[in-house]
């Protein structure tokens, strides 16, 4: 009998026969999987030490159909200088930080040819590179881990780098819902502690209509779902929102996203002098001017993108 039909033939039969099965499976791929892990072993460190970057990657027409689902935009308001490091942080996290991977990881919307003298790094969790091939297709997208370490390796060497770190991270998330617009920022000063650091500029960005994307179950501060979510965050480091988007075939349930508009705007550098060991007053100042320039950004901007005259940028 062939290989086909010993095959067919262990799938149909006892258990000991379909054991057979998941052996000859698994005596074809046991190649790969050695080469892979191989693989693996030499390259563990490359989230940590700035990736490999590949604009070819970044430049696949996938990346423009998906940021024309939506449509993003991408809008700068000043030239950056290549002689400069900088450290941007994305503003807010939504349910799934679609803008920050379309906008800073692909060329979807035009960012090579906006500036193509600047490397862009999108911070991610470290947990991000744990899927096998999954990570080289990060990787491949110019993303790091958002270790103290991966963010210091990249800003503290080549000029022309720019790390984008999605400041509010996990927490922000359960506040992500349509029309509001609420920021965790107040504790997070450990990427001021880092900008000082390694001298590298900061730079406020706003994506406008990252919130529409879902909806997402009530779950106000204090309330029981609220204070789960919370305990899990806690607990596994990544934040749980019960939400829902569209379908494919119906616009009212499903896990895609909806097709509302998104305009991320870059805003300009805020020069930072580079403090070896910085003070804490040094770095509730530099908080405190960075807090100040989102919060230009966004009330300079909200009416040019959707968002009523009246709406307030909550920050907690």
Same mark, same amino acid.
């Given at each position: ?33 050695? %080469? ?9 460190? #490359? ?6 970057? #590949? &604009?070819?990657?970044?430049? =696949?027409? !996938? ?29 807010? @996290? ?15 919307? +035009? !960012? ?8 862009? @790094? ?5 947990? =991000? ?20 370490? #991966?963010? &210091? ?14 400041? *509010? ?12 617009? !609420?920021?965790? !920022? ?13 001298? %590298? ?19 106000? /501060? ?21 939400? @829902? *988007?569209? +379908? ?7 896990? $895609? ?9 870059? +805003?300009?550098?805020? /020069? ?9 007053? =040094? ?10 320039? $989102? ?20 920050? =907690?």
């Amino acid at each position: 009998m062939s290989a086909r039909g010993d095959i067919c033939s262990d799938l149909t039969q006892c258990p000991v026969h379909q054991n057979r099965f998941y052996f000859r499976i698994f005596s074809c791929l046991w190649p790969i999987l050695l %080469a892979y892990s191989v693989w693996l072993y030499y390259d563990w460190d #490359s989230p940590k030490r700035g990736a490999y970057r #590949s &604009t070819w990657f970044m430049r =696949q027409r !996938i990346h423009n159909w998906y940021a024309n689902y939506f449509p993003v935009k991408l809008h700068k308001t000043e030239e950056l200088n290549p002689n400069e490091n900088y450290l941007i942080g994305s503003h807010p @996290h939504g349910i799934i930080s679609m803008a920050a991977f379309v906008n800073f990881a692909t060329n979807g919307t +035009g !960012i090579l040819e906006m500036f193509p003298h600047i490397e862009f @790094h999108l911070c991610t969790l470290v947990g =991000q590179f744990y899927t096998p091939f999954r990570r080289e297709w990060g990787l491949l997208h110019g993303m790091i881990d958002c270790s103290r370490e #991966s963010l &210091t390796h990249v800003l503290s060497g080549k000029k022309g780098k720019a790390c984008v770190l999605v400041v *509010g991270g996990a927490e922000e998330a359960l506040d992500a819902h349509p029309g509001h617009h !609420i920021l965790t !920022i107040y504790r997070r000063k450990g990427f001021i502690r880092l900008a000082l650091e390694t001298g %590298a500029n900061l730079i406020p960005c706003y994506s406008f209509g990252e919130n529409d994307l879902f909806k997402q179950a009530d779950n106000p /501060k204090g309330s029981t779902i609220r204070m789960i979510q919370t305990t899990l965050k806690n607990v596994l480091g990544i934040s749980p929102p019960i939400f @829902h *988007g569209r +379908g494919v075939f119906n616009y009212n349930f499903g896990l $895609l996203p909806f097709r509302k508009p998104i305009n991320t705007v870059l +805003g300009a550098p805020i /020069k930072v002098t580079k403090v070896t060991n910085p003070t804490q007053e =040094q770095i509730d100042e530099l908080h405190k001017t960075y807090i100040m320039k $989102l919060q230009e950004l966004f009330e300079s901007n909200k009416t040019k993108y959707g968002v009523p005259a009246q709406a307030q940028l909550v920050l =907690q």
